[in-house]
């Protein structure tokens, strides 16, 4: 029997630190609205603002504080990976989804962020504005056959978390 997808442990993984990083922007005043919220009755859908003839998968939390408004992607990673050619500790993510992002940044008007829920050596999160990694790609590739962008570690800011949220 095929295991839901909602049941699988990555999905399971990437919702845990899709709430971490909720609540953690929150206790920094943030209000948020979990985009992942509206992924359809089975949460198998990726959110998407929809046009008459295109569709864009937008990032999983909306937030605002102080009159600013912005996106946050959010990927949960057990570590950075050491990049073959350099040694680097590297994150990469889809090229498609952040062209996705992209889009939704230019039709919102509102900034879109990448933030890395890091497992290890401890959790942290790591984040930078789509217009800092687009400057920053430090390579493309692929992962399981899909185009990839990569970035150094070092392009993030680190945002310690305090053991409550953790």
Not at 50 to 66: E, F, H, M, N
């Amino acid at each position: 029997m095929a295991i839901e997808f909602h049941e699988r442990p990555e999905f399971i993984l990437g919702s845990n630190g899709e709430r971490l990083v909720a609540e953690f922007l929150q206790e920094k005043g943030f209000y948020v609205i979990p985009s992942y919220d509206y992924s359809g009755e089975d949460n198998s859908k990726a959110p998407k603002m929809q046009g008459k003839k295109t569709a864009y998968v937008i990032p999983d939390l909306d937030i605002c504080r102080a009159g600013l408004r912005r996106w946050v992607e959010i990927k949960t990673k057990t570590e950075a990976v050491p990049f073959r050619k350099t040694g680097e500790l590297q994150h990469g993510i889809d090229v498609r989804h952040f062209e996705s992002y992209l889009k939704v940044q230019s039709e919102s008007g509102n900034e879109v962020f990448l933030a890395i829920y890091e497992l290890t050596p401890r959790p942290v999160i790591l984040i930078a504005s789509l217009a800092h990694l687009e400057a920053n790609v430090d390579h493309r590739g692929t992962s399981l056959g899909s185009p990839m962008l990569y970035w150094d570690r070092k392009v993030f800011q680190i945002w310690d978390l305090p053991v409550a949220v953790t």
